[in-house]
């Protein structure tokens, strides 16, 4: 199954993509202004040509575990993104991805290194999930 995670921020969201067995993740060219119609078209776009089946989405919370500054945005995000892909978006705590992106370097941009990162970690909890672990 393939999954599209993304890092959302409304000037740019990080974007990448499972392979087809769920195991790698692959940053992908960031989406520029996510929120306006063209940026969730090209969302849109983006799940059809990777014929995506799922979508996560980084819910950034703070330290503690609680709703941060950016938390109801990102949710009003996802909403908007689930009505115009017409497939439930998943919401999965982002805490760390960017510092981790940040610290990992690479060709990919930093938002779509911690779509990856945010990705790796979500199928490493389904797979522990599915094995019972």
Partial sequence: MRVLALDYGSARCGCAVSDPTGTLATPLEPVLAPDSRRGLRRLRALVAELGAERIVVGLPLSLSGSDSSQTAQTREFAA??????????????????????????GR??????????????????????????
């Fill in 80 to 105: 908007r993104l689930e009505r115009e892909v017409r497939m439930p978006v998943e919401l999965y705590d982002e805490r760390f991805t960017t510092r981790i992106a940040a610290r990992s370097g």
């Fill in 108 to 133: 990919a941009s930093e938002d779509s290194r911690a779509a990856a990162h945010l990705l790796e970690s979500w199928l490493l909890a389904r797979a522990a999930d599915v094995s019972g672990g």
